[in-house]
């Protein structure tokens, strides 16, 4: 690309979307920084100065066309195109499955893939129209693993269902770009382990929805989680600066993506996993998956119609 890349970035007041701002406009890009409210964004000494930086209101719990005219009618106002979009704002109810009621899933659902969805759909057309665009997913090593391996519990159901139902979604958008004609809009999912940031506040405390108080039968393992959170907190090893460069560098295809990213879609990488956690979140599914396979295959092959 010739021209400097127009990055629209939700969910930028911390964590890994601030920092992104920051990496991005270092790199000569323009960008449009996003947040719920632009009170927490417009503090002068969150991004550095840069005229190629614009502030955008867009809070992504809000309606469908609420969310469509923030992208075409504000978004696209500022530069005429939006290159790069990530879909970074994301929410962890920290619920047991068995708690939780439909506007607990409702609400987790909201933010980390109806607004994407959303958000998405309403950028694609006029990618479309360039033939050129990336889509940036942010996911979770948790949709790969909500049942953590270790004695951490750091994550329960909903987070992780969430973020794999982002992970089928994007797979599937990804094929139907490809089959119809416009294999150079690329789309890949960042999928990373637990990393410390700023976000991450002491005591995040396990919640009970209202008006259901929950099953005393769960009151050990609501315990425990809410131990692990507090011992989590800020203890992370996972480095955000980090991660976040590596994020540049793939979509912009240089520093270690150097040589590793082509134009096409074949050659883009869907999936980019971030952290040791990730990798081996992935690799424990992928080889309990396999297993399951091979230990049934001898009933599960057979069932096709007699011929």
Known sequence: MDHPRVWLITGTSSGFGRRLVSSVLLRGDRVIASARTIESIRDTHI??????????????????????????????????????????????????????????????????????????????????SRKEGTIVMIGSRSSWNPIPVSTMLNEVPLYGASKAALRVYTEGLAHELSSSGFPHIRLIIFEPSSFRTEKTVLGFPMQVPSPNPGDPAYDDLRARVQKSLEALDLNQSGDPDKAVEVIVDVVRGEGCAEGKVGKELKGWPLYVPLGKEANRDIEAKCKTMLGAVERWREVTDHLDFDD
């Open 47 to 128: 991004f550095p100065s840069s005229d190629n930086l614009r502030l955008l209101e867009l809070d992504v719990s809000a309606d469908e066309e609420t969310l469509r005219s923030k992208v075409l009618e504000e978004a696209l106002g500022f530069w005429g195109r939006i290159d790069v979009l990530v879909n970074n704002a994301g929410y962890s109810l920290k619920v047991l499955a068995e708690d939780a009621r439909l506007a607990d899933f409702q609400k987790q659902f909201q933010t980390n893939f109806y607004a994407p969805a959303i958000l998405t759909n309403a950028v694609l057309p006029q990618m479309r």
